[in-house]
């Protein structure tokens, strides 16, 4: 549970506003994260935050008002002045038109399940062991750049609604090597993630880097005409993509004004292909668990889309208020989306042999955007160990390439998937931490691939 | 703390203190008040009427030849959050290739304040509702389905000391709102016309900004009207043609394909991981043929109302104007004090004279990395876009990004935008929709056949510029003019 002292400030000045008659709600988001980075195979950056910030919200009949705290909680003045400062916002504010939802906890929280005590106390100084082992295995030859972000978050929610108090701590990493050839510029990533300390690996690092490189050393590479074609998707194009399809599809404020790839469609459409199914599954191992939202529900295994049917759409506090619908438990920055999995081998180049034929093989799509929200057109880059692949057999390297595409073509004709899960880690380093990861199948086959553009270049 | 005098106390003694220690170099910042609000007005009803405040020190050590950077919101805290800087130096300086030197700089001391008539944060509240609500109450129509009017204050009052002597005091003040309509076409697509507050470049940059129609409010009615016209508008048909870009959309595109690409750190390989690199070498620079004789870009962190003007930068450098292009060559870039030693290091030569002034963090707990300051086209010699349309045969007039992805390398581009004009013999004769347009950057800046005047030059602002890990959130600007490329290629394939 959170330290008795800050708890027994939040939980004063909760009561305190209560009897003030403020409908007030306060969560504190605190983090303690570490960062290593990595360019031209020196450590670049290495940072320590020791943050915490406090959100409160303050609801008056249909008015609004919120404020953020971002400095330590010294005192319980600290959280008065900032409720009160709400509660005048609050008072000034113009009424919606709907009633707005203060959030209430269903029930009481307190979760500390994915959290690592000995991750959240890692000395930098593995981080540069680990980095150093990598380096060395693969000689100088080469440039090397990456990350490891690693840090502790927590979360507390209480409101004048009851006196129910819902609280989190987990760790969670990512870890990131990108090798570059200096003059042919090519390159390779690996990418680890988890909660756990452990969870990185520098010989697993090497492997893969290592697995990856005689193709590349061949020389030469391949730029692809504008046209449709096989396309082998990795764990992270697969979820980058699947990300968001689920945002602009199964978000129930995107669905609600129209905004979204889905509006004219109901629940219970075909918008995928049969071999799609999505849930959030706030347990999955796979995923940073998180098991209550800030608009104070429980979260629990909600289905998106069931057999390529639209099942499910995500209704957070302020939306559900405004369109008189149910909260879903989405108000919050670590949903942990899972795509099921298929029958195919866990290796993606035994699932290109059993397909057979000629593909392309992109594990990562970079910079994705949305030209066509309606539409749900998405366009993103090949970028890092993209290749042609023959037979199951890689062929060559593939120049940097363009995939414009819709969602309903991408997964609606995908015809294998892999039976092994993996653990894609999105997390958001915008402001706050956020630690976000999909379970996502190792990798998918998709048939005509819309590839409308390619560099000369990686 | 007790505001600036004792946070100078505190962070001189300090920087003084881990100097002696051993470190290269070692400066701190201390935000006393980084205040925010946003105001968001959502087909009328007020959805986001939220106040932010934050407070902290953020400090960065070189040690060995190696950053440290530690940040703390504790001000109780921060003779720790100094010691925890040097240690995490000292960790990093374990594994270094190249040390990174910060080199000679004379100490500024000095003040610098964003030119204010009224600070936006203090104006009360309900003032600013009722604006808000008043361009609302323009933008309201039965057939338009979404109406969104938004507003962003921020204040800043900052300290920054380092190991040079250097003492800056600096009280930066932003404004950026936005205003949206949204209706569905014939095909059950949601199209939008939006308009963002930009200024003139010259002027304050306070709330009296909002209350200029034509910096914002008035182009209510216009926004109106040209989603009228996309509603009812055709899409796009794919092929080659000239495009006009109006400077809604040019800012973006200079973002995104000159701006990212020259920022010195991305160069040198240090954004690799997550950003991306640049297809820019150090061999590029005074070398390159980056666009055609028409195309002159600046660097230039002085323009009195801009987000990209600050005085000086995180690193105590003062602001700098230069040229980037000089009539379509690369001649300089974007830089930090650290980065351009380096360059000049590998390259064997001085390729670059002196920090670019645009090391810059987007809060106390994130490290200065390089950033924009404001990087522009200058005007040119086209005339207006009346001219630069009629001197057009085949072509669209493009406006406002829906959508930007870029490669790896900013070595190509695709962009949506909300709407296009057709041109046909030097007329414009049609509104359409869905428009995109793609290309690979330096064809493309060397197809620029038209660069506007002055008259049609406007500084766009950028509030959500992001880069670097941990990621961060950077205000600038892009003073920029309409300008046509020839031959691209527009639309998507069937």
Redesign the interface.
């Known amino acids: 549970m959170l330290d008795r002292r800050t708890r027994d400030i939040l939980l004063a000045a909760r009561d305190g506003a209560a009897r003030r008659g403020i409908r007030a709600a306060i969560s504190l988001h605190r983090e303690r994260?570490h960062?290593?980075?990595?360019?031209?195979?020196?450590?670049?950056?290495?940072?320590?935050?020791?943050?915490?910030r406090l959100d409160i919200t303050v609801l008056s009949g249909r008015?609004?008002?919120?404020?953020?705290?971002?400095?330590?909680i010294?005192s319980q003045s600290v959280v008065d002045g900032a409720i009160d400062?709400s509660a005048r916002?609050?008072e000034?504010?113009?009424p919606?038109?709907?009633e707005p939802l203060l959030p209430e906890l269903q029930e009481a929280v307190a979760e500390s399940g994915q959290y690592d005590s000995d991750l959240a106390a890692m000395?930098?100084?593995e981080k540069?062991r680990v980095?150093?082992e990598v380096f060395g295995a693969a000689g100088p030859a080469f440039?090397f750049?990456?990350?490891w972000?690693s840090g502790v978050v927590e979360l507390y929610l209480v409101s004048t609604a009851n006196e129910l108090e819902a609280w989190h701590i987990g760790t969670d990493q990512i870890f990131?090597?990108?090798m570059?050839h200096p003059e042919r510029?090519w390159?390779l990533?690996d990418e680890q993630t988890g909660w756990r300390s452990g969870a990185v690996r520098a010989e697993a690092a090497v492997e893969h880097l290592a697995s990856l490189l005689p193709v590349y050393e061949r020389g030469g590479a391949v730029r692809n005409e504008?046209g449709e074609y096989t396309v082998l998707l990795g764990a992270s194009a697969i979820a980058e993509l699947l990300g968001m399809a689920v945002w602009t599809g199964c978000g129930g404020r995107m669905y609600e004004?129209?905004?979204g790839w889905t509006?004219?469609n109901s629940l219970g459409d075909r918008i995928l292909g049969d071999n799609i199914s999505v849930v959030d599954d706030p347990e999955d191992p796979l995923t940073f668990n998180m098991g209550f939202d800030m608009g104070g529900m429980r979260r629990r295994r909600f289905t998106l889309i069931d057999s390529g049917r639209l099942a499910g759409l995500t209704y957070d506090r302020?939306t559900a208020a405004?369109y008189g619908r149910r909260q879903t438990g989405h108000e919050t920055n670590s949903p942990g989306i899972v795509l099921s999995c298929g029958t195919g081998p866990a290796d993606a180049l035994e699932g290109a042999r059993g397909h057979g034929g000629r593909m392309l093989f992109i594990p990562a799509l970079?910079?994705?955007?949305?030209?066509?929200?309606?539409?749900g057109?998405v366009?993103?880059?090949s970028?890092f160990n993209a290749v042609l692949v023959e037979d199951g057999a890689v062929v060559a390297p593939i120049f940097?390439s363009?995939v414009?595409d819709t969602f309903s073509n991408i997964f609606g004709r995908i015809s294998a998937l892999s039976m092994k899960a993996v653990s894609v880690n999105g997390s958001?380093?915008?402001?706050r931490r956020a630690p976000v990861a999909m379970s996502v199948p190792a990798w998918a086959i998709a048939e005509g691939v819309?590839i409308?553009?390619c560099?000369e270049?990686? | 703390m007790e505001g600036m005098t004792q946070a100078r106390e505190i962070l001189t003694r300090n920087v003084e203190r881990v100097r002696s220690a051993g470190a290269g170099y070692a400066d701190a910042r201390y935000f006393a008040d980084d205040s925010s609000e946003v105001l968001v007005l959502y087909d009328g009803n007020l959805e986001a009427n939220d106040t932010g405040f934050e407070t902290g020190v953020g400090v960065r050590v070189l040690w060995g030849g190696a950053w440290g950077f530690a940040a703390t919101s504790d001000l109780a805290a921060i003779d720790s959050c100094f010691d925890l800087a040097v240690r995490n130096a000292q960790t990093a300086a374990g594994l270094v290739k190249v040390p990174l030197r910060m080199g000679e700089m004379p100490a500024h001391k000095s003040y610098f304040q964003s030119p204010v008539g009224t600070d936006p944060v203090a104006v009360p509240l309900g003032d600013k509702l009722d604006l808000l609500a008043g361009i609302d109450a323009r933008l309201k129509e039965d057939w338009i389905l979404r109406r969104v009017v938004v507003a962003n204050f921020t204040r800043r009052h900052q300290l920054f000391v380092n190991s040079d002597g250097t003492d800056v005091e600096k009280r930066l003040t932003n404004v950026f709102a936005d205003m949206i309509v949204m209706a569905l076409d014939g095909d059950s697509e949601m199209q939008r016309r939006s308009m963002s507050l930009y200024t003139t470049g010259g002027g304050t940059r306070g709330w009296e900004m909002m209350l200029d129609p034509e910096l914002f409010s008035g182009h209510a009615e216009r926004i109106k009207s040209e989603l009228s016209e996309l509603v009812k508008a055709e899409p796009l048909e794919y092929g080659r043609r000239s495009v006009i870009l109006l400077p809604g959309q040019t800012f973006l595109q200079v973002h995104e394909t000159i701006g990212h690409p020259l920022e010195l750190d991305r160069i040198l390989g240090y954004e690799l991981s997550f950003a991306g690199g640049s297809f820019v070498t150090l061999d590029s620079i005074g070398r390159l043929r980056y666009g055609s004789e028409k195309l002159n870009v600046s660097s230039f962190g002085g323009i009195e109302n801009s987000p990209g003007s600050f005085g000086f930068d995180d690193e105590g450098t003062p602001e700098r104007d230069y040229l980037l292009i000089d009539r379509g060559v690369l001649v300089n870039v974007l830089s930090s004090r650290a980065m351009v030693n380096e360059a000049n290091d590998r390259a064997g030569r001085r390729v670059l004279e002196q920090s670019g002034g645009a090391a810059r963090a987007t809060a106390f707990y994130r490290a200065p990395i390089d950033r924009m300051t404001n990087v522009n086209i200058l005007p040119g010699a086209d005339g207006s876009l009346e001219d630069i349309v009629a001197s057009t045969a085949d072509g669209i007039v493009v406006d406002n990004p829906t959508s930007w992805s870029i490669g790896s390398n900013r070595e190509h581009f695709h962009f949506g935008c909300e709407i296009a004009w057709e041109v046909k013999d030097g007329r414009r004769t049609r509104v359409l929709r869905n428009p995109t347009y793609q290309g690979h950057t330096l064809e493309f800046y060397n197809s620029l056949t038209a660069v506007g005047d002055a008259s049609t030059w406007r500084l766009m602002q950028v509030d959500n510029c992001g880069k670097g890990e941990p990621n961060q959130i950077m205000q600038l600007g892009h003073g920029v003019p309409v300008v046509r490329f020839d031959n691209v290629i527009t639309g998507e394939r069937g």
């Not at chain 1, 970079?366 to 929200?373: A, G, Q, S, T």
């Not at chain 1, 958001?428 to 402001?431: A, H, K, Q, R, V």
């Open positions: 994260s960062l290593m980075r990595i360019g031209n195979s020196s450590v670049s950056l290495n940072t320590s935050e020791n943050l915490t008015r609004e008002g919120t404020h953020t705290h971002l400095g330590e010294s400062l916002k609050a000034v504010a113009r919606k038109d709907y000395d930098p100084g540069a980095y150093s440039d750049s990456g990350s972000s990131s090597v990108v570059k510029k390159e990533q504008p004004e129209k905004l509006s004219n302020a405004r970079h910079y994705m955007n949305l030209p066509n929200m309606s539409k057109i366009t993103g880059s970028r940097s363009r414009t958001n380093t915008y402001g819309k409308t553009d560099a270049s990686f």
